[in-house]
């Protein structure tokens, strides 16, 4: 992951507590997800089937992680909100509802 995503672009003590607190957020889901990507490519290129199970057992929960970390996201940035209402479990083709009337 790119340091610059890890720190501030703006001076911190500019920064409100909530705005802080969504950048700890965003920084720890894109960790999961960095770490969800280490996982799949160690399961891929292992020979070992034990060793397979027990990196796999790992990656999901790193999903786990960023999944909770997301809901709260989610709950604290209502415009994210809206967003994932609309796109996500659903079966529509995805660009298609882009074009959609907001809900």
């Known amino acids: 992951m790119g340091a ?17 607190d969504r950048h700890r957020a965003i920084v720890s889901i894109m960790e999961e997800l960095e770490a969800m990507d280490w996982y799949d ?3 891929a290129a292992t020979g070992d089937p034990a060793l397979a199970e027990v990196l796999a057992h790992n990656r999901d929960e ?3 992680h960023m999944a909770m970390t997301l809901e709260w996201l989610r709950r604290n940035d209502p415009t994210l909100d ?7 479990f659903t079966d529509q083709p995805i660009t298609a509802i882009e074009g959609e009337p907001e809900r």
């Open 4 to 20: 610059s995503s890890m720190g501030y672009h703006e001076d911190e003590a500019a920064l409100p507590a909530t705005v802080k």
């Open 41 to 43: 490519q160690r399961v």
């Open 82 to 88: 809206t967003m994932l209402r609309r796109y996500l």
């Open 62 to 64: 790193e999903k786990e």
